[in-house]
């Protein structure tokens, strides 16, 4: 069965990662550290509960391409994402992808120069394909524009999509800049994801 022909199978497998998320990868539990002192969250998105399990990350790959051949049309491009929320999906993705006929390389941005040997910013072989950054979940940590930086410098040409699991808007309420994509993104980056915080009953009141 191919799955970018099959929506009802498509919907079913929506479904699915959208129960393992909603039940094992958000704590909701008041009183959580926050980034900055002194401050608290009343929820928390752990996705690398599920980005490590294999039959998870098989529903995610199939739904990525699945959106990649509904929004973008092709596959001529490449992966790249920053350690180590990307990781997972960095390596699966390839593998989903293969059996649906993409044929796409990836690669890691590192979050810091490696202090010897090469002393390289990236693991794994980049091609001249542009890149597409991942990663799973977008918010405001700014781990995708590192990774935009990181390739820039790298003179690795960016696609104007990028993906994540879970994009941290809520439609409908608005912002000029993270209608569609980070905030420290360029803005004609268009986030492609499978899930906004609104998917499960969350609200961020920094958007």
């Known amino acids: 069965m191919n799955i970018l022909k099959q929506e009802q199978w498509v919907a079913e497998l929506r479904t699915w990662v959208h129960s393992y998320i909603d039940t094992y990868c958000i704590v909701r539990q008041p009183g959580l550290p926050g980034k900055k002192p002194g401050t608290t969250y009343n929820w928390q998105f752990y996705l690398r509960r599920g980005l490590f399990n294999h039959r998870f990350n098989s529903a995610v790959g199939q739904l990525f391409w699945h959106k990649v051949n509904e929004r973008i049309g092709h596959s001529n491009f490449q992966l790249s994402g920053m350690e180590t ?15 649906y006929g993409y044929d796409v390389n990836a690669f ?17 072989m980049p091609n001249n394909m542009p890149a597409m950054i991942i990663d799973d979940l977008c918010n405001s940590s700014m781990s995708m524009a590192g990774c935009y930086k990181v390739l820039l410098m790298e003179g690795i040409e960016v696609l104007p999509f990028a993906f994540a699991l879970v994009n941290k808007v809520n439609p409908g309420i608005h912002h000029p800049i993270r209608e569609t994509t980070d905030m420290y993104l360029p803005k004609e980056i268009e986030i492609l994801s499978l899930f906004n915080i609104s998917d499960f009953n969350l609200y961020n009141p920094s958007h």
């Open 85 to 99: 929320g990307s990781t997972p999906m960095l390596a699966a993705l390839p593998i989903i992808g293969n059996l």
């Open 108 to 124: 890691v941005v590192r979050k810091k120069r490696k202090e010897y040997g090469l002393l390289n910013m990236i693991e794994g």
